[in-house]
């Protein structure tokens, strides 16, 4: 009797629908797999992409300080001799907005030196 149920089963399970529901399972399977490999894949070169942005952003953060340290070097005794010379020089200067800007960048060196932030 136990050898007719298991003959039984083996045909329902081998059968032409089972096995075509098997074959479709498999398929799907490799298809997901698929799919999770591009993803991982996507995902890995958006890292990398990011991690590039970030090191070339760090970059041109650092040359943006480097000029501006430079640009203070350049101009920040020019600035100190307008300054030095008093106030009435300083507003006999072309405009006003050359006044605002000779003692903004005066102000702002002076604050670096005090801070220990500005070297030569």
Request: glycine share 4%; net charge positive.
């Amino acid at each position: 009797m136990a050898s007719g149920n298991i003959s039984s089963y083996a045909r329902v399970l081998n059968g032409p629908h089972q096995l075509e529901k098997i074959q479709t399972f498999n398929e799907l399977a490799a298809t997901m797999t698929t799919l999770k490999k591009e993803r991982d894949q996507a995902r890995e070169e958006a890292s990398a992409r990011k991690k590039q942005e970030e090191k070339d952003k760090a970059a041109r953060k650092a040359e943006k300080e480097i000029e501006a340290i430079n640009k203070l070097n350049e101009l920040g005794p020019i600035c100190k001799d307008h300054v030095d010379k008093g106030l009435a020089h300083v507003l006999t200067l072309l405009n006003k907005g050359k006044f605002y800007v000779i003692i903004f960048r005066w102000l702002l060196l002076t604050s670096m030196v005090s801070q220990n932030q500005f070297t030569n």
